[in-house]
């Protein structure tokens, strides 16, 4: 019996401490070293030379070549959230209430997130992808021995193409989850479109977008500062390339859905209705 004790204390040591290892390698020390990578990339934003070039190229990557599958998610979006909104508010009779559920709905959590889960995917797995095929190649070796500053023609770039397409992409989301909500609405509910309208404008303020908008940024930032990170530091061939690509992906989504958490109270105690 005593051994038996002994053995299950020795199983329960070696659990907790496996959960210790995994979160000081895992989020302290891989959190440090993100955030050290990141300030040194974003520091060649202020350093010549200037890679507009390169900004305006990844912004049409991240941004232009995102734009059918962000309006396509927002339009179903909408659809669906309008129909499930009705469903509830239908019980207490409040029909009425439908535009601004959806409104506040859409332009502060479902936008922000769903767009920044979409473009960390699409985006931000490929830039892991292509900076981890051109270490595991040499090619950013290549770049340094040339006197070319890798952060600053393959990172840097990236971050604040990201930073900025993100919460454009974000807006085009919010409108066509706004004008499916419309559709579905009018045209399948056969609910009042005045009232829709109206009620949206009243209870849906500039304050409700920009605080999508300013997530969508802090989501830009985040999933291209991991991702980059991830192929920029890449290991061990094609599988590392994978690897890289799948880790950076992951942990970008996850981050997301956390970072998303605390910015809504954050946003909220500045607006007077902190949680």
Known sequence: ????????????????????????NTIIIETGKIGVFFIDSISWWFKKPYRWNEVIYHMEFVGNKSMIIIMLTGGFTGLVFTFQAWVGLSIVNAENLIGPTVGLGITRELGPVLTGLIIAARAGGAMAARLGTMRVTEQIDALEVMGVDAKNYLVAPRILASIISTPLLTAVFDFVALCGGYFLNTYILHLDPAIFLE???FFVDPSDINEGLIKAAVFGLFFSTICTYRGYYTKGGAKGVGDATNQGVVASMVSIIII???LTKIIGMFKGHGL
């Open 260 to 262: 998303d958490y605390f």
């Open 199 to 201: 009620k949206t404008r």
């Open 1 to 24: 019996m005593e051994n038996i004790m002994n053995k299950t204390k020795e199983i329960i040591n070696d659990f907790i401490l496996s959960i210790g290892h995994f979160f000081y």
